[in-house]
């Protein structure tokens, strides 16, 4: 692996701290390695380091088989500021989202960020205004979909506590074993209906009424949301699809900027063009984000997604023509 200026190491150690600092249990060796892209026994030297400036870090006890090195009985709070461009990456999204309560409560975060800095607030304050007038975002126009805070704080601490959430959905009353929830231009809640089984939905969390935090408590299992979301276009869930896209030589820079999944693998061929290459389900979504690139974007596989985008083209032709 290259190796780093120093300034990079130091700067590493100081983030070391902070990231150790931020889990429960601590952090192995391995995970040290993953996040700074070093070696096991570079890792090893940047935990040593970290140990000779602070004595506190010691071994965590944990369930699992791993040694995970933390911070006992101490904070590094003192040491950690947030800088003006980390305050705007918060503030950005804020301005973004069209959840008028989730942007409430972002605002409110801002808010105790700066108070951490209170000394540097002057400053800090300028430069926030320095990046907002120079980065700009395009409005969308969508629904705004209302959800209370109430409801995002009974399916969070659900989703921590392995409680089930009692409501209403398209007028049925549920018990529903929440599990997580996916943000996109909606919110979805990633759950189990009690009554159901074991098969997992995806509800539209602003169509639940009444929620309702119980006592009765669930096993997710060894449900991982990522891996979840990993294997979708978007959110819809269905069969795995083995997609193969085509972009044209007129598009094929734009696209290897483009990240369209976490499993794809990009090929740019001969003639120019860019071939993408994706394990995901969720035909609909893979349909309509294909029909943004115009005809530059070509289905090569699989053959029935490709028939089914034919099928949707001509039936939004026919309905355009009548």
């Keep these: 692996m290259e190796e780093k200026p120093r300034y990079s190491r130091i700067s590493d150690i100081l983030d070391l701290a902070i990231f150790m600092s931020s889990r429960i249990q601590g952090v192995t060796i391995s995970e040290i390695a993953q996040r700074y892209n070093v070696s096991r026994r570079t890792a090893e030297r940047m935990r040593d380091s970290l140990i000779c400036i602070f004595p506190q870090v010691d071994e965590i006890e944990t369930e699992d088989n791993q040694k995970h090195w ?43 960020m700066k108070s951490l800095n209170k000394k540097n607030i002057n400053k800090i304050e300028d430069n926030v205004e320095l990046f907002m007038q120079t980065e700009g975002y395009a409005v969308r126009q969508m629904p705004q979909y209302k959800i209370s805070l109430d409801s995002l704080q009974i399916i969070r601490d659900a989703v921590q506590h392995s409680k089930m959430v009692e409501g209403i959905y398209h007028g049925k009353k549920r018990l529903i074993e929440p599990l997580g929830m996916i943000y996109g231009s909606k919110i979805y809640l990633i759950a189990r209906e009690k009554k159901k089984g074991k098969e997992i939905y995806n509800y539209l969390l602003h169509k639940f009424e009444d929620m309702k ?32 896209l085509s972009f044209s030589p007129e598009l094929a820079t734009e696209a290897s900027q483009f990240n369209f999944h976490p499993t794809q693998k990009i090929k740019k061929e001969k003639d120019g063009s860019l071939t993408v290459k994706f394990k995901a389900s969720g035909n ?25 985008y034919k099928k949707y083209l001509e039936e939004s032709l026919i309905n355009y023509s009548s």
């Design 213 to 244: 935090l119980t006592d009765k408590t669930f096993d997710r299992g060894d449900f991982d949301l990522q891996e979840y979301t990993n294997k979708s276009f978007g959110v819809y869930h269905g069969k795995i699809l083995n997609v193969k």
């Design 284 to 308: 609909k979504e893979i349909i309509w984000h294909v029909f943004k690139w115009g005809s530059g974007c070509k289905i090569l596989a699989p053959v029935e997604l490709r028939d089914e």
């Design 70 to 112: 933390g911070f006992i009985n101490y904070s590094i709070a003192n040491l950690i500021s947030f800088s003006p461009k980390e305050l705007v990456n918060i503030e950005q999204y804020q301005r973004r989202t069209t959840n008028k309560e989730l942007k409430e409560e972002l605002s409110k975060t801002v808010e105790k």
